[in-house]
């Protein structure tokens, strides 16, 4: 089993910057992915990292987010820069034991954590 601890979530202005944090226990993690849903949205995919290191991004946060982790402190980040009012929503953590082929599709990870609200104001 495993169990997942985000924080960092908030409130920032626009052009702000914060820094979530996935805190991992449990057993190892190959692979880990943020989420985030908007209002009357579906998840949508947001980053993901593999436990090599190996990182993609979704087209509307490439260039201002980057997703990193500490695998000593067996935690992920996502720090996102250049915040826009349309990042606002709730933002997951999601992990897997096994390999993903499909990092972007939420219905491959089977532990989640339970959420961070960002709310970007303008």
């Known amino acids: 089993q495993v169990q997942l601890v985000e924080s960092g979530g908030g409130l920032v202005q626009a052009g702000g910057s914060l820094r979530l944090s996935c805190a991992a226990s449990g057993r190892t993690i190959r692979i880990v992915g943020w989420f985030r849903r908007a209002p009357g949205r579906e998840r949508d995919f947001v980053a993901s990292?593999?436990?090599?290191?190996?990182?993609n991004y979704a087209d509307s946060v490439k260039g201002r987010f980057t997703i990193s982790r500490d695998n000593a402190k067996n935690t992920v980040y996502l720090q996102m820069n250049s915040l826009k009012p349309e990042d606002t929503a709730v933002y997951y953590c999601a992990a897997s034991t096994n390999w993903i082929y499909s990092r972007s599709m939420p219905e491959k990870y089977p532990y989640w954590g339970q959420g961070t609200q960002v709310t970007v104001s303008s």
């Open positions: 990292i593999t436990e090599g290191g190996s990182t």
